[in-house]
Antibody
Framework: EVQLLESGGGLVQPGGSLRLSCAAS????????MTWVRQVPGKGLEWVSS????????RYADSVKGRSTISRDNSKNTLYLQMNSVRADDTAVYYC???????????WGQGTRVTVSS | QAVVTQESSLTVSPGGTVTLTCGSS?????????PHWFQQKPGQAPRTLIY???NKHSWTPARFSGSLLGGKGALTLSGAQPEDEADYYC?????????FGGGTRLTVL
């Protein structure tokens, strides 16, 4: 059974940093691209970033480019999103999803909530 | 950046048929945009229904189908059920990045 479990969300002050994690199980993690998607409460879904299975191909949405870093540790079956210089508009639920280039999106985690506020 | 457009809301009668569309500001949507469709119910994570235009996952109810229609991606629900009331999102692939549509709130009434 595929499982994706996000963690690391919480309250962070504007300008601060946090690292989100997504622990994956039930599939060969290194074989698949992974993606972060976020959702402002009451609003739509926004693609944030994707990373290829081997970590060699990475892309970001303009809204987070230069402030966020996606990475993965295939030995730990874990996906990360490092967020720096966070702003109020980064407040959202962050989902990790299995899929990206070369592989369709299928499974989603339950999300971790990030609130940026002083 | 491209903009993906969806109907903001639609209503379908129980047992009825409705088509949701997914348009692109860059022009015609093709299979090379790898359209995906997601369903999201209140308080839940999204669930993928359709990938790569027409393909269903094992959990996708047979009453949902994907296609290209009139230059757009399309999700057709045939025989709507009360449990199909939800928000539906599409996304399209553009040269390495993914763009979501704004979502369609589907009411079954």
């Amino acid at each position: 059974e595929v499982q994706l479990l996000e963690s690391g969300g919480g309250l962070v002050q504007p300008g601060g940093s946090l690292r989100l994690s997504c622990a994956a199980s039930g599939f060969t993690f290194s074989n698949y691209a992974m993606t972060w998607v976020r959702q402002v409460p009451g609003k739509g879904l926004e693609w944030v970033s994707s990373i290829q299975g081997n970590g060699n191909n990475i892309r970001y949405a303009d809204s987070v480019k230069g402030r966020s870093t996606i990475s993965r540790d295939n030995s730990k079956n874990t996906l990360y999103l490092q967020m720096n210089s966070v702003r109020a508009d980064d407040t959202a639920v962050y989902y990790c999803a299995k899929g990206g280039w070369g592989s369709n999106f299928d499974f989603w985690g339950q999300g971790t909530r990030v609130t940026v506020s002083s | 950046q491209a903009v993906v457009t969806q109907e903001s809301s639609l209503t379908v009668s129980p047992g009825g048929t409705v088509t949701l569309t997914c348009g692109s500001s860059t022009g015609v949507v093709t299979s090379e945009h790898y359209p995906h469709w997601f369903q999201q119910k209140p308080g839940q994570a999204p669930r993928t229904l359709i990938y790569d235009t027409i393909n269903k996952h094992s959990w996708t109810p047979a009453r949902f189908s994907g296609s290209l229609l009139g230059g757009k991606g399309a999700l057709t629900l045939s025989g709507a059920q009360p449990e199909d009331e939800a928000d539906y999102y599409c996304f399209l692939f553009y040269s390495g990045v993914f763009v979501f549509g704004g979502g369609t709130r589907l009411t079954v009434l």
